[in-house]
């Protein structure tokens, strides 16, 4: 995958996820052994929403899920959870090998503290944000001309979409490995522009590497698997904005 | 064909579309649009999680608490810029940081001053990534949080302060053939170039601060 100025990339995620959630006292204790690499660290929790229809009844409890722990510039983040760790980079992308090795290294320092533990999943998942210029208001924009996953309708019907959100999910026919394609319009964080999120995720939850070698040599794997994909979901238009 | 058409971003908001039969949850992300795409996708599953960044809820003394929202408003700063960083110079953004840093250090604010608007800064980096100057502003923040921007060419003076909303309120004080002209104004932030364009704005945004 060619190496763009300014590659899309909002988010890079690394997951590990166990089998079998850690325990209280071992989240603390990774959290206390990650200090010194994360200058910020929060806890940080879930709202599980229950809806009971029959009662018109919403019940919602937070979950303590584990900490969150940042540089201070807020761009290099681990999660440390109690199904296991994901090493996360916002932008600025600064490349793969920077971002593997990380992952690699609080990986290492993970185990080290906790023991092994089975996986049960391991995903690598690319946030992309496509910002398109537009003219002005009421402009027109051919999804087709930026990106190649955009919905198909009826447009006698339906003369233009200010609004989508898709998902589409499936067997990625390789090293085992499942797909989770999200798209969908945002609100544009730029003045005078519409933008399109493009999120991929390949994920293998089927044998599972368990050994150090194994696991990066699939997360390699499942990286290129991604980057086959974005490649291939957009136009070359949309790499034009990527290197201007 | 699959045509969008573009809408002013103030007012979009996201609609769920038909619910699949089966929703799937993405691997973890802890971006802003990890959380949107989640919170988009929540009309089509009954039952959702989804995650929140929460701190102690324990009481604290008002020299704390006042700690606690500086480096809220901080990190929320942080983060949006983060939203923005493929755009953005990297000289720039870390000279950004550095001024923020310092803005937002503790000892320099009193109990009762609000930190500085979320909507304020996301205003301002909307106005910078549109206006580009060459030439980075001095930062200060109003009595009500919103960030106020200054340039200065000799005696020429702007002064720009983001408000929520998108919106802009300037000052500004120079010479044009010989004759001193003030100006104050608010406007949106798609129009600020437009209006400042017969103050020769080149005089504050050309060359490198």
């Known amino acids: 995958m060619p190496l763009y100025k300014r590659a899309p990339i909002t988010e890079a995620a690394i997951e590990l996820r166990y089998e079998q959630e850690l325990q209280k006292e071992a989240i603390d204790k990774l959290q206390s052994r990650f200090k010194a690499d994360y200058q910020i660290s929060e806890p940080f929790s879930f709202v599980d929403v229950k809806l009971?229809?029959?009662?018109?009844?919403?019940?919602?409890r937070e979950v303590a899920a584990g900490h969150k722990s940042a540089s201070s510039d807020r761009v290099d983040v681990l999660l440390i959870q109690l199904q296991g760790m994901v090493c996360?980079?916002?932008?600025?992308?600064?490349?793969?090998?920077?971002?593997?090795?990380r992952a690699q290294r609080d990986w290492r320092k993970w185990k080290n503290t906790?023991?092994?533990?089975?996986?049960?999943?391991?995903?690598?998942?690319?946030?992309?944000?496509?910002?398109?210029p537009v003219g002005g208001p009421g402009e027109r924009i051919r999804l087709e001309n930026y990106v190649k996953v955009y919905p198909m309708y009826p447009e006698e019907d339906i003369p233009g979409l200010s609004n989508y959100t898709m998902q589409m999910q499936g067997d990625l026919g390789a090293d085992e490995c499942r797909i989770i394609i999200n798209s969908g319009l945002v609100p544009s964080p730029l003045v005078r522009h519409a933008s399109i999120l493009l999120d991929i995720d390949v994920t293998r939850d089927r044998a599972v590497p368990q050994t150090e070698d194994e696991i990066w040599e699939l997360v390699e794997k499942i990286?290129?698997?991604?980057n086959r994909v974005f490649e291939s979901s957009v136009t070359d238009r949309a790499r034009e904005l990527f290197d201007t | 064909m699959s045509e969008i058409i573009a809408t002013p971003t103030k007012g979009i908001g996201l609609t769920a579309m038909t619910a699949a039969a089966s929703y799937v949850k993405a691997s973890p992300g802890a971006s802003v649009e990890a959380r949107t795409i989640a919170e988009s996708l929540i009309g089509m599953h009954a039952q959702q999680t989804w995650p929140v960044s929460t701190t102690s809820s324990s009481p604290k003394s008002t020299a704390a608490a006042l700690k606690d929202r500086l480096f809220e408003s901080l990190a929320q700063a942080k983060i949006m810029t983060?939203?923005?960083?493929?755009?953005?110079?990297s000289e720039w953004r870390t000279h950004l940081f550095a001024q923020l840093d310092e803005l937002m250090a503790a000892d320099e604010w009193h109990e009762d001053d609000p930190p500085m608007e979320a909507s304020s800064f996301a205003t301002f980096l909307r106005l910078m990534l549109f206006i580009k100057p060459q030439r980075r502003p001095g930062l200060g923040i109003s009595p009500k949080g919103d960030l106020i921007l200054a340039w200065t060419?000799?005696?020429?003076?702007?002064?720009?302060?983001?408000?929520?909303?998108?919106l802009v309120r300037w000052s500004l004080s120079c010479e044009i053939g010989g004759e001193r002209e003030r100006s104050v104004g608010e406007a949106p932030?798609?129009?600020?170039?437009?209006?400042?364009?017969?103050y020769q704005p080149a005089r504050w945004f050309s060359g490198r601060s």
Request: charged residues 30%.
């Open chain 2, 153 to 166: 060419t000799g005696t020429d003076r702007l002064t720009v302060q983001c408000l929520q909303g998108d």
């Open chain 2, 82 to 89: 983060s939203r923005v960083a493929m755009h953005l110079e």
């Open chain 1, 223 to 226: 990286r290129g698997h991604k």
């Open chain 1, 114 to 132: 906790v023991g092994y533990r089975k996986l049960a999943r391991i995903g690598v998942r690319y946030i992309n944000r496509i910002d398109i």
């Open chain 1, 88 to 101: 996360s980079r916002l932008a600025p992308y600064l490349g793969w090998d920077s971002f593997r090795d």
């Open chain 2, 189 to 198: 932030v798609q129009r600020f170039p437009e209006i400042l364009t017969s």
């Open chain 1, 52 to 60: 009971e229809v029959a009662a018109r009844q919403a019940k919602f």
